[in-house]
């Protein structure tokens, strides 16, 4: 069976990218594939942050998460810092890792181009989410499109280290969504939707639904009145077939065209169909926190005890010694 990892940054409030992207997938997989899927935490200290926000949105990302479809009794669900076998398989990467491959990251010169002040881990995070996977021994990474290029150098390091001092680590491909690979911001649609960009294009989950619904109904079109999928001439009209495509599974060759007003009412009406009982759901979850903390470090301890052989074996075939 394969086996299959996904983790989600608390650093803002997750959007319908998200969920489109890599959540729902994920959940998918749950059928087929022995999952591991958690918040990476630890991620997002990578950007200037505040504490008790990042105490507030890791719970409430697990909370959603659930909410979404993550069944914590199919799989193990888990908090990144949690599990310290995480940083320490980071280091050991980070010493496989080359300085110049981590600054031609296109995630690190966009983040480090915006910020006056970089962290030293926001070079290094390609390294934490490389050991994220292969500690697991991931065979499939379920993410979104702006993530791929994060998993190819995943599979750099893993085979640099194989090769370099033997056979610890499995070789991980990153799997994307059909349609909903690269969620477009609504009101900027050749931009990515993105938690951490405030935009009125944004959907987040828990926006209230007339809000949904009024995001989308105010997305931006493109000129002319065909509704068509052409990301490079339409990019507005094919963000929303996109969406609607993802919401409803149905593939976008097959979605009926209308006008572009009656394609804005069917996407809102699809997204809303999605949000209305995850909302429900995480109303009643986030009722019992404590109930969701338990949840958090069971998986923790199943998480830890998967993880410790392959650090035990990275360590040893690095040389270092057993304690
Ligand atoms: P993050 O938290 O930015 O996003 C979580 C997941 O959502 C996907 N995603 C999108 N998909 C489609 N359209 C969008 N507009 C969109 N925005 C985000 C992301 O691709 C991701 O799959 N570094 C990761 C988290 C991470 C991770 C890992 C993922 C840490 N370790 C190991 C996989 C494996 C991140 O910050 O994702």
């Not at 608390?10 to 319908?16: A, D, M, V, Y």
Request: proline share 6%; hydrophobic share 45%; net charge neutral.
């Amino acid at each position: 069976t394969p086996r299959v990892l996904s983790l989600f940054t608390p650093s803002g409030s997750p959007t319908l990218g998200n969920l489109l992207g890599a959540l729902l997938p994920s959940v998918r997989l749950l059928e087929t594939a022995d999952c591991v899927y958690g918040v990476s935490d630890l991620h997002a200290l990578t950007s200037d942050h505040d504490p008790a926000r990042l105490r507030e949105r890791s719970l409430e990302l697990a909370g959603l998460a659930i909410a979404a479809g993550i069944d914590p009794a199919r799989c193990v669900l888990f908090l990144q810092s949690n599990v310290p076998a995480h940083a320490e398989l980071a280091y050991l990467l980070e010493s496989t890792a080359h300085y110049g491959e981590m600054q031609r990251m296109i995630q690190f010169k966009e983040k480090s181009a915006r910020q006056s002040v970089v962290r030293l881990s926001l070079l290094t995070y390609p390294a934490l989410m490389a050991a994220d996977i292969l500690l697991y021994q991931a065979t499939d990474v379920p993410v979104g499109a702006d993530q791929a290029q994060h998993v190819e150098l995943t599979r750099d390091l893993a085979t640099r280290f194989n090769r370099r001092y033997g056979p610890v680590f499995t070789m991980p491909r990153a799997v994307h969504p059909p349609a909903a690979a690269r969620v477009m911001d609504l009101a900027d649609p050749t931009a990515k939707m993105s938690k951490s960009v405030d935009s009125p294009g944004t959907i987040f989950l828990l926006d209230p639904i007339d809000v949904v619904r009024r995001k989308i109904m105010r997305a931006v079109t493109d000129s002319g009145t065909d509704v068509t999928y052409d990301t490079d001439a339409k990019p507005g009209v094919s963000n929303l077939l996109a969406i609607l495509s993802a919401c409803t599974g149905t593939p976008v060759a097959d979605l009926t065209a209308g006008s572009y007003g009656a394609l804005k009412k069917e996407t809102a009406d699809a997204v809303i169909a999605l949000l209305e009982p995850l909302q429900r759901r995480y109303a009643d979850l986030s009722a019992d926190p404590a109930a969701l903390e338990g949840i958090l470090r069971t998986g923790a301890e199943r998480a830890g005890e998967r993880a410790a052989g392959t650090v035990t074996a990275a360590k040893k075939a690095m040389g270092l010694l057993a304690a």
